[in-house]
């Protein structure tokens, strides 16, 4: 009994200190949600504690078991939680750090060892492992990458750098193949590549490109299949490398709503001028008429015109070059 009130009276004095701190400490942010959150917690929290330790009082006095185990189990709350918390984390370290070991396991011993030296981010090491025998390019680790899936996997992790989109040319001058499903065969490289917003995405483009990788696949989405140059998250960056590389621009849209649209003509519904333009410029038609039988680029400029889309910029550029286009200029 008596450890248990000394331990009781310990927990009230880490609480209380607990407490003091929030009295005393900053406030948290500078908007609604965050001004007066530390003293609004103090305000709260401080009379649960007084109370709590008028009964841990009493009970010590009294020689109350069952006021001490109430006072202990309450005050100990904080404790548990943080116990509780910090078994959850180690849990998920543990099976984060399985799951890493995992994707560095390869049926071949070598390709295990590329795969050591991607993640440690070291293509000469990387070069002098695939200059070997013949590998398995086709082989799959757990999460069902090949191994240069595992490569490509690396420069859209956002801490690519320069060294991993270095040693996805080595592997595909060694001979990987930059198959569609080289992330899994639920994934489509291309896509996973998309969105990148960083200089290395798009020299990973430019490299697998020149490997293979055909610029006209499809994906699903929203439960259409669609060609990529649609796909609503493509960057004007990304657009240029794809259609540089023979991206179809007749290529016709499966969305219902865009149903035999081409690229050119949702650039014009978006607003997006600038890449609107760079489609004219590329050879783009101007002639298609849509699924339903009536949308066109001019109506799609007409409903541009009416709207808040004209006074953007680059809407002015793309009508002149859209006149000099017609007009054989």
Do not use: C
Not at 214 to 233: K, M, Q, W
């Amino acid at each position: 009994m008596k450890a248990l009130t000394v331990l009781a009276w310990i927990l009230f004095g880490i609480d209380a200190l607990l407490v003091l701190n929030l009295w005393l400490m900053k406030n948290m942010g500078d908007d609604a949600a965050g001004r007066g959150m530390a003293t609004g917690f103090a305000m709260l929290l401080t009379p649960m504690v007084l109370a709590l330790g008028g009964l841990l009082f009493w009970a010590t006095r009294s020689g109350s078991r069952p006021g001490v185990l109430v006072a202990l189990a309450i005050l100990g709350l904080p404790l548990w939680m943080g116990i509780a918390n910090h078994g959850k984390e180690l849990k998920q370290q543990f099976f984060r750090g399985a799951r890493r070991r995992q994707e560095l396991a390869y049926p071949d011993p070598r390709l295990s060892d590329i795969a050591h030296a991607l993640r440690d981010k070291d293509p000469a090491r990387v070069r002098a492992l695939a200059a070997g025998s013949a590998l398995d390019w086709n082989a799959r680790n757990s999460e069902g990458m090949t191994i240069l899936g595992f490569a490509v996997n690396r420069v859209v992790d956002m801490y690519r750098t320069p060294q991993d989109v270095e040693s996805v040319r080595i592997l595909l001058e060694a001979g990987a193949p930059p198959a569609s499903d080289i992330l899994g065969t639920d994934k489509v490289l291309l896509e996973w590549v998309l969105g990148g917003n960083a200089q290395e995405a798009y020299d990973l483009l430019h490299l697998l490109f020149k490997a293979g990788a055909d610029p006209n696949v499809t994906t699903i989405d929203a439960g259409d299949r669609r060609p990529l140059l649609f796909i609503s998250y493509m960057d004007p960056p990304e657009l240029r490398i794809f259609v540089g590389h023979g991206a179809s621009l007749e290529a016709l849209d499966t969305r219902p709503d865009q149903l035999g649209w081409t690229v050119l003509m949702q650039a014009v519904s978006n607003g997006d001028w600038p890449t609107a333009q760079f489609l004219l410029e590329t050879g783009a038609r101007t002639d298609v008429v849509a699924a339903d039988g009536r949308t066109t680029l001019d109506t799609l400029l007409a409903d541009a015109a009416q709207g808040y889309q004209r006074d953007a910029a680059g809407y002015d550029d793309f009508v002149q070059a859209l006149a000099h286009r017609r007009a054989g200029r």
